[in-house]
């Protein structure tokens, strides 16, 4: 098999049995968003302790890109620290599944997840950073999620 079959074969995998898919009961953190062009829908809930993602769930529908990229992005954001999940950049996504030349339409799919999580976060931060130079660095973050595709 070549590494595009077994690339094919990881995104119908994590289509068909989503990773950390399901909900939480009032979350520290929710966010939904949607990808009208393709039809995903995502709603994405993380629980915070101690400065980390202790819990994280997604649920909706999507097409299979879109469903296995989310499956990636939250075995990436587990028991991370809020600090080195907003640093996660698309390509840590796309390389995992071997989806770095992915067209402009594809792209919102793979990406839709990420752009929820950056924006649910930045939200979660604003409401928690008192300090100027705290808002200064979270501008940052949201013109990152602004900028994804
Ligand atoms: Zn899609």
Redesign the pocket.
Known sequence: MSNNDIYHEMIIDYSRNPINFGSIDKPDIFMHDS?PL???SIDLYMNVDKNSISEIKFNGK??A??IACTSVLTELTKSKKINEVIKINKNDILSELGLQNLNAVRIK?ALLSLKILKFSIYSYLSNEIKTNEGHKKLTKLKEEASNLY
């Open positions: 990808n393709c039809g995903d999507g097409c890109i879109c799919c």
